[in-house]
């Protein structure tokens, strides 16, 4: 229900983006950071790792799609294995969504 006051949220390519828009508030002191209309799967699940180590005071939290998780199993094990504490929050439909709607 509450973020850390200076949370860093990252969201993923996906139709997860319409749940954490609706939901997600941020407030002063927070960041909040979505792909672009064309923005690629997974690449801020990744990028987090990144993010985390450049703020490393700071907590950082991954919005995505299970599709975009599933494209990016090594982070999580670079996370594990160099102890860099990223939180994931996966939202899982079982399809890719927005290439369903479109197809």
């Not at 990016?72 to 899982?92: H, K």
Request: proline letters at 6%.
């Amino acid at each position: 229900k509450r973020l850390p006051d200076n949370a860093i949220v990252l969201a993923d390519a996906g139709a997860h983006l319409a749940w954490l828009g609706y939901y997600l508030q941020i407030a002063p002191g927070q960041n909040f950071r979505k792909p672009g209309g064309f923005g690629p799967m997974a690449g801020n699940v990744n990028g987090a790792l990144g993010v985390k180590l450049a703020h490393p005071d700071r907590t950082v939290i991954v919005g995505c799609g299970d599709g975009c998780d599933l494209l990016s199993g090594f982070e999580l094990l670079t996370a594990v294995q160099y102890d860099i504490p990223v939180i994931w929050i996966v939202f899982n439909n079982a399809e890719f969504q927005l290439i369903k709607l479109y197809q």
